[in-house]
C-alpha cells in the first residue's frame, strides 16, 4: 500500500493540496508581487502583450512570458489575488511532477517521490509556489536545462562511466536543442542570467571533471546556438516595441545590480548562504554532506544492490553540485541580494538532501549525529519565529515603547484580532520536529515523511492564519484606503517613499495625465480633479508643512493628505 502511494498521482494531490488554497487569501505584498501582477494587469488593460509595462510606461527590467501566464489566468479568474499567484501553484505542481519523473528515471519511483517530498516540505522551496513572483516559473526553465545538459561523455573520477544520464529516449543532439530552447524561454522568463546559470554550470563541470571534455563541440554549438536563438528573439521584441533606448536601459538596469547595491538590498557576501541555511530547513541541513563533498563526488551505493545505471546518478549528482555552487558564488558575488536570487539552489539542494536520505535509509551511509543535532537546533529556530510573531502581534502594547522606529510603533498599533492561540503552530511544529528525531534511526521512512509533511503542514496552516494578520500591521490599511478610491476621478499616489499598491489597488486608469505620476505636480501643481497624497509617518514633516495639503487622518503608520481646494 506504502508503495502503491508512492506515485506521480500522490504527488499531484499533495501539490494541489498544498500550494492551490488561499492563494487569495490575503493581500498581494509590495513590491515584487504587486509589480508583476500589476503589469499582467496593464497588458490585458491596454491590449498590448508585447511590451511589459508599469505606469502605463515601459519596464524594461523584466521580459514578458511571466506576465503572459498572469494574463491567462487573469482572463479566468479575474484581476485578484488569487489568478496573480495561481501560475505559480500550476507550476508547483509541474515541478514537483518533474523531480518525481526526473528521480524515478535516475534511481527509482521511491527516490522520485521521496525528491518531491522534500521539495513540498522545506519552507522557502513550498513558500514560493503560493507567490506571485517570476522565480519558480524562471528556475523550472533553468532546472530542465541542467536536466538536458548532462551529458552521456563526463569521465569524472571513473573513466569506465558510459551511457545516458537519463536514458531519455531521444538523441544527444535533440537533448541539447532542449537545453537550448530551455534555457531561452528563461531568458524569455527574467533575462539573461537564464542561459548564464546552466553555462556557468556546465563550465564548472568541466572543471570538476579536471578541463577534460564534457560535451563536444557539435553538442555545445547546438546549445549555446538555440539559447542564443531563442534569447535575441526577445531582445528583438523588446528593441522593435520600445527602441534600443529601452534595452540599454535593461543592460544598465543588470550592471547595477551585480556592480552596485540596487535598492538598499546591499547585504554581506555570506548572506545567501545564511538564507539557505535557514530558509530552505530542513533540506538545507539533510543536503549538507553532499554538498561539501567536491572531492569525493561519487557517492556510496550499490548500482547492483539497486538494479540502476551506477553513470545516471552519479553524472547528475555532480550536474546538481555544480548548479549549486555556481548559484550560491554567483549572486554572493553580485552586489545586489534579494532573498528569491539563490532559489534556484533549491533544486540541487533538494536533490542532494533527497540522495542521502535514501542512501542512509537503504542502509549504504551511516547517519551522521551532527546532522540530527544542527535539524534540531534550526528546527527550534524556525519554530522559535513561528512563535515570536503572533506574541509581538498580541504584546505589541508592551512591546512598542522599546522600539526606536515610528512607523514601526505605529504599524505594531494596528487593531489585528489574535485568538491567543496561534503561537501555538510553532510550537506543535517544534515538538513534531523533535519527535522525528527521536525516531528517527528506528523508523527512518516514516520519520522523514513525518518532517517533510508537518512542515508543509505547519506552512499551510500559518499562511492561512497568521500571515492575514501579519498583513494587517503592515500594509493593509494603506491598501484598504486605495481600493475605497477605486473606480472615482480622482488622483491616488504614495508620496516620499516607493510602492506599487496604488496602482495595482486603485487600478489606476489608463490614459491619465502624465504629470499624474510626478510627486512634485501632485503636491504643488494645478492639479485637475481631487488628489489624495498618502504618506509614511516617519516620513512626513514635509507634508505637514504643505499648505496645499489638508490632512485626512493619520492611521497604522501612513498619514492620509487631500490636496486643499481652490
Known sequence: MIKKLESPWTVALLALLFFVPFLGNVHLFDWDEINFAESAREMLLTQNYWRVQINFKPFWEKPPLFFWLQVLSMKIFGVNEFAARFPNAVMGVVTLLTLFFVGKSLINKRFGFLWALAYLGSFTPHLYFKSGIIDPTFNYFMFLSVVCLTPVSVRIANPKLSGSALQMPTSNVARFFWAGLFAGLAVWT????????????????????RFRPVVSFKQLLVYGGTAALVGASWVALLVVESGWDTFLAFLEYLYRLGATSEADHGE??????????????????????????????????????????????????????????????????????????????????????????????????????????????????????????????????????????????????????????????????????????????????????????????????????????????????????????????????????????????????????????????????????????????????????????????????????????N
Open 268 to 565: 554581506p557576501f555570506y548572506y545567501h548562504f545564511v538564507v539557505v541555511l535557514l530558509g530552505c530547513f530542513p533540506i538545507s541541513v539533510l543536503g549538507m554532506k553532499y554538498v561539501f563533498q567536491i572531492s569525493n563526488i561519487r557517492y556510496q551505493i550499490s548500482a547492483v544492490k539497486y538494479q540502476i545505471s551506477d553513470n545516471k546518478y552519479q553524472t547528475f549528482s555532480i550536474f546538481m553540485l555544480a548548479l549549486f555552487w555556481v548559484v550560491m558564488i554567483v549572486f554572493s558575488i553580485v552586489k545586489t541580494k534579494i532573498v528569491h536570487y539563490s532559489s534556484m539552489a533549491y533544486f540541487p539542494l533538494s536533490y542532494l538532501a533527497a540522495l542521502h536520505l535514501y542512501n542512509w535509509l537503504n542502509g549504504d551511509v551511516k547517519w551522521p549525529r551532527w546532522a540530527t543535532v544542527l535539524t534540531g537546533v534550526i528546527g527550534f529556530l524556525m519554530a522559535a519565529v513561528l512563535v515570536a510573531v503572533p506574541l509581538v502581534g498580541m504584546y505589541a502594547p508592551q512591546i512598542v515603547p522599546r522600539i526606536d522606529d515610528a512607523f514601526a510603533v505605529a504599524n505594531l498599533r494596528a487593531p489585528v484580532e489574535w485568538g491567543g492561540w496561534e503561537w501555538g503552530i510553532g510550537a506543535i511544529y517544534f515538538a513534531v520536529v523533535l519527535y522525528c528525531l527521536f525516531i528517527w534511526q528506528k523508523c527512518g521512512w516514516f520519520a522523514v515523511k513525518c518532517l517533510f509533511l508537518s512542515t508543509a503542514i505547519c506552512l499551510m496552516v500559518y499562511t492561512a492564519i497568521v500571515v492575514p494578520k501579519i498583513e494587517g500591521y503592515s500594509q493593509r490599511t494603506v491598501i484598504d484606503f486605495y481600493e475605497s478610491k477605486r473606480g472615482q476621478d480622482v488622483y491616488v499616489s504614495p508620496v516620499g517613499f516607493h510602492s506599487y499598491a496604488h496602482l495595482y489597488y486603485f487600478q489606476k486608469p489608463m490614459g491619465s495625465r502624465p504629470e499624474a505620476s510626478d510627486e512634485n505636480w501632485l503636491l504643488n501643481g494645478p492639479v485637475d480633479k481631487p488628489t489624495f497624497v498618502i504618506a509614511r509617518i516617519d516620513r512626513a514633516d514635509d507634508y505637514y508643512r504643505n499648505r496645499n495639503l489638508e490632512l485626512i487622518k493619520e492611521e497604522n503608520g501612513f498619514v492620509f493628505f487631500k490636496r486643499k481646494t
Open 190 to 209: 527574467k533575462g539573461p542570467v537564464g542561459v548564464g546559470i546552466p553555462t556557468l554550470t556546465l563550465g564548472l563541470v568541466w572543471v570538476f571533471n
